[in-house]
C-alpha cells in the first residue's frame, strides 16, 4: 500500500513557493529534492517533468496542481509540497491558479505505485475540507499530520 | 476543426484496451483530450457501507484515470482528465458546454441513457465506440 506521507518529508515542504510561474515553481520543488538528496540528476528529472507538462495540464482544478513524471532520475516514489498564496498557472481546465503544488518522482519501473500515489492523492484533494486544511497549515509538520491523518 | 475531445468513461466498465480508438482518433485530430469520469452524487446521510463502497468506487476511477493518461502520455497526446460528481448526461453536457468541446466520445454503457444524451449535447456529435475500441 502506498502512503503519500511517507514519500514526503517535512523539508521537502515549502510553505511560501518564491516562484510565481509554472516552470519556475517546478524547478524551485525540483531543486528542493536535490538539496535533500532525493534526486541525482537534477537535469534529467526537470525535463521528464516539463515533457509532461508540455502535453497535460497537470492543474488538476480546484486549485490543485500535481506535476508528475516516471524518471530514471529517481529511485524511489518521491513528493515535494508546495504552497503559493498567490497562486500559479497550471493551466488548470476549471482556468484557477494553483495554490497547492504538490510534486511527484518515481522510477520508472514503479507503475503502479506512481498511479496509485496520483489517484490517492487527487482523491484527497478533490476534499474541500483537506484542501483547506492544507492551505492554512502553519508549518511543514502540520501538513505531515494533515497527510497522515488523511490516510 | 475538434480542438477538444471529450470521452467518458465508467471504471470498471472499460478495459485500457478498448480506448485505443478513442486515442488514436484524438491523434489523428491532434485534439486534446479529456478524460471524464462521473461519481454517483453522495448521499446527504450515508451509511459506513455506502461510505467504503463510494471510497473504492473513487479510488480505482482515479487510477483507471491516470492509467489513461499514462497511455496517453507515451503516445505525446494532449490530455486532462477530469473527476466530477452527479448525473453522467447532465455532466457530460455541462462539460462539454464549459471546457467547449467539439466531439464527443464514448461507449454504450448500461447506465448511460444515449437519447437523453444526445438530446443534451444539441449540435455537439458524439461517438460511441464498441469493445473492439471502434
Known amino acids: ?151 | 476543426m475538434y480542438r477538444r475531445l471529450l470521452c467518458y468513461v465508467e471504471a470498471g466498465e472499460t478495459r485500457l484496451e478498448e480506448l485505443e480508438g478513442v486515442l488514436d482518433l484524438a491523434s489523428q485530430l491532434q485534439s486534446r483530450l479529456i478524460v471524464l469520469a462521473v461519481l454517483p452524487e453522495e448521499s446527504p446521510d450515508p451509511s459506513e457501507e455506502e461510505k467504503q463502497e463510494r471510497d473504492i468506487l473513487e479510488d480505482r476511477t482515479w487510477n483507471f484515470l491516470y492509467e489513461i493518461e499514462d497511455v496517453a502520455f507515451g503516445r505525446e497526446l494532449k490530455i486532462s482528465l477530469m473527476l466530477e460528481e452527479g448525473k453522467p448526461e447532465e455532466t457530460i453536457a455541462s462539460v462539454v458546454k464549459s471546457y467547449e468541446v467539439d466531439l464527443c466520445a464514448t461507449f454504450p454503457y448500461k447506465g448511460l441513457d444515449a437519447e437523453l444524451l444526445l438530446q443534451k449535447l444539441g449540435s455537439t456529435p458524439l461517438l460511441f465506440f464498441n469493445q473492439e475500441g471502434r
Open chain 1, 1 to 151: 500500500m502506498i502512503r503519500i506521507s511517507e514519500a514526503i518529508r517535512e523539508e521537502g515542504i515549502v510553505l511560501d513557493l518564491k516562484a510565481q510561474e509554472k516552470v519556475a515553481v517546478i524547478k524551485e520543488l525540483v531543486s528542493v529534492m536535490v538539496d535533500l538528496r532525493l534526486i541525482q540528476d537534477e537535469e534529467t528529472f526537470l525535463a521528464d517533468i516539463l515533457k509532461r507538462e508540455n502535453l497535460e495540464s497537470t492543474g488538476i482544478g480546484l486549485g490543485v496542481a500535481i506535476p508528475h513524471a516516471r524518471t530514471t532520475a529517481a529511485s524511489e516514489l518521491l513528493l515535494a509540497f508546495g504552497r503559493s498564496a498567490k497562486g500559479v498557472d497550471f493551466n488548470s481546465l476549471d482556468g484557477k491558479p494553483s495554490h497547492l503544488i504538490f510534486l511527484i518522482a518515481a522510477p520508472e519501473e514503479k507503475k503502479s505505485h506512481y498511479i496509485m500515489a496520483l489517484a490517492r492523492l487527487s482523491k484527497m484533494l478533490r476534499k474541500e475540507e483537506m484542501r483547506t486544511r492544507l492551505s492554512k497549515a502553519a508549518t511543514p509538520a502540520e501538513v505531515m499530520e494533515i497527510l497522515k491523518e488523511a490516510e
